[in-house]
């Protein structure tokens, strides 16, 4: 088998009009209508979500050097440097943002259609999470491929760091940055989430 590096994969790039591309809500809509395709949901437990995105913009998203966008993260920055994490997550619009994303891909995404995956089961088990997803969209790799793929996104930091884009990877790290008061609001506010894809309510624990 040829290394990766050398495998021309291009065909599966341009074949019938794909869209690649990232996103934290289903902004297309209505406008097209995608429930004929087989689609991936890559999905992840909110809390953890809310405290990444905390520290992402709070240390490790990159701020233009100059300009307007420059000016406006900077000023956001500063003004997160005094708001606590507890603060920041239990905002309304924020809880809000996280609820509207979630129920416009169940609004848009055909059931059938779409092969759901969480974080928590794929971050140590990323071969086995890219076979299963190249056989819901019809694609082939050999096991070394797949096994080349995982190996080089398999990224684990020893410890947590605030300040690099891979802050850490384990699952459940709300619990270690979130009140217990905190984490209990959040829990209820985000209920439906929760339940429909078997994320359990937090336990309380001693701080």
């Known amino acids: 088998m040829p290394a990766l590096i050398n495998t021309d994969m291009s065909s599966l790039f341009f074949e019938r009009g794909y869209a690649y591309l990232g996103f934290r809500s289903y902004w297309i809509g209505d406008q097209y209508d995608i429930t004929q395709n087989k689609c991936i949901l890559l999905i992840r437990d909110p809390r953890d979500?809310?405290?990444?995105?905390?520290?992402?913009?709070?240390?490790?998203?990159?701020?233009?050097?100059?300009?307007?966008?420059?000016?406006?993260?900077?000023?956001?920055?500063?003004?997160?440097?005094?708001?606590?994490?507890?603060?920041?997550?239990?905002?309304?619009?924020?809880?809000?943002?996280?609820?509207?994303?979630?129920?416009?891909?169940e609004e848009f995404l055909d059931p059938q259609a779409t092969r759901v995956y969480r974080y928590e089961d794929i971050i140590y088990h990323k071969q086995e999470w890219l076979s299963d997803m190249l056989s819901h969209l019809g694609l082939q790799l050999s096991d070394d491929v797949t096994l080349q793929i995982a190996k080089k996104h398999d990224i684990r930091p020893s410890r947590e760091d605030p300040s690099k884009h891979i802050r850490q990877v384990a699952p459940g790290n709300y619990r270690r940055h979130l009140t217990n008061e905190t984490i209990e609001r959040l829990d209820d506010a985000l209920d439906h989430i929760l339940e429909k894809y078997g994320y359990d309510r937090a336990e309380k624990v001693s701080l």
Do not use: C, Q, W
């Not at 905390?54 to 000023?75: D, K, R, V």
């Not at 920055?77 to 309304?92: C, F, G, H, Q, S």
């Open 49 to 105: 979500a809310m405290v990444s995105h905390y520290f992402s913009y709070l240390y490790s998203h990159g701020i233009p050097a100059s300009g307007p966008i420059s000016e406006t993260m900077s000023n956001n920055r500063a003004k997160l440097l005094d708001t606590d994490i507890n603060e920041y997550v239990l905002r309304p619009h924020f809880v809000n943002s996280f609820k509207n994303a979630f129920k416009r891909y």
